[in-house]
């Protein structure tokens, strides 16, 4: 997994944010960072984290040309995230708290990451992940679908990284999230034609797959939510019609901050 961010200053909506109470003062501009190319802001210089998901097969691939229009060139402001280190079947819970468990017998991730994070002890890259959702304003997930899903790496991230304390409370959830006065927006691939996750698809409505994820995961923790970009099947498109996608794509993120985000619990998923 790929994160990158771009802390310089703020958007007209990041700005008054910024004024809020609890709201963390943005960071001064760090040299040697360069805004991405083909985002829209890159003259207002608008703070957002890019994570990305991709083959790890050396070359380019159907999908890459998306994560370099979101994430930019090669060695500017694009970082390996710690987060997507090793394989996830690798992954040890445990070694994500450094510190004395509060309940050594008997093991809870979610109550040992909330107090981890309570008591500032959660490990060190859990902790630059975090900082680094903070700064942003724009949170851009690019990821091919895998099992109707995120991959692996990008859900263990959301597991680890959006914890409770940091992300959301009891209260403090959907609009009261913490994360509120953030956007977020699902850029993903799929294996399969838009037909196949159409109404009469073999797949199904697509809007039904990613509801859990908009929101449940974003939406819960105070994320404003755009409407998501989808690139259905670029490993069986055209030449043409790859470049078509990335087109789009980058035509979107000129104006991306116009938009409205979505209704994240549409009167249509419950049948109404």
């Known amino acids: 997994m790929l994160s990158a961010v771009v802390p310089k200053e703020l958007s007209p909506r990041g700005r008054?944010?910024?004024?809020?109470?609890?709201?963390?003062?943005?960071?001064?501009?760090?040299?040697?960072?360069?805004?991405?190319?083909g985002l829209p802001l890159a003259s207002a210089a608008v703070p957002y984290l890019f994570l990305c998901v991709h083959s790890l097969t050396p070359g380019p691939t159907p999908r890459s040309g998306l994560s370099d229009l979101a994430g930019g060139r090669p060695g500017s402001s694009v970082t390996v995230g710690l987060a997507g280190?090793?394989?996830?079947?690798?992954?040890?819970?445990l070694s994500c708290f450094p510190g004395t468990l509060s309940n050594p017998g008997f093991f809870n991730y979610g109550v040992e990451a909330h107090k981890a994070y309570k008591k500032q002890s959660l490990s060190s890259d859990i902790i630059?992940?975090?900082?680094?959702?903070?700064?942003?304003?724009?949170v851009i997930f690019q990821f091919p679908l895998y099992w109707f899903s995120v991959p692996a790496v990008l859900k263990g991230w959301m597991d680890r990284v959006l914890c409770q304390g940091f992300a959301f409370d009891f209260p403090g959830s959907y609009d009261?999230?913490?994360?509120?006065?953030?956007?977020?927006?699902?850029?993903?691939?799929?294996?399969?034609?838009?037909?196949?996750?159409?109404?009469?698809g073999v797949n199904g409505d697509f809007r039904y797959f990613l509801w859990p994820l908009q929101h449940g995961t974003l939406h819960f923790c105070g994320f404003k939510v755009l409407a998501p970009q989808i690139s259905f099947g670029?490993?069986?498109?055209?030449?043409?019609?790859?470049?078509?996608?990335?087109?789009?794509?980058a035509q979107r993120l000129k104006t991306l901050w116009e938009e409205e985000p979505i209704q994240c619990s549409p009167p249509w998923y419950f049948g109404q």
């Open 16 to 37: 008054a944010a910024a004024l809020q109470p609890g709201h963390p003062r943005p960071p001064a501009s760090r040299p040697g960072l360069a805004a991405p190319r």
């Open 85 to 93: 280190h090793g394989c996830p079947a690798e992954w040890e819970p």
């Open 128 to 138: 630059e992940e975090q900082k680094k959702l903070q700064e942003a304003d724009l």
């Open 176 to 200: 009261d999230g913490f994360l509120k006065g953030k956007l977020a927006i699902l850029s993903l691939t799929t294996g399969g034609t838009a037909s196949m996750f159409s109404k009469t």
């Open 234 to 249: 670029p490993e069986m498109a055209s030449e043409e019609e790859r470049k078509r996608m990335v087109a789009s794509w």
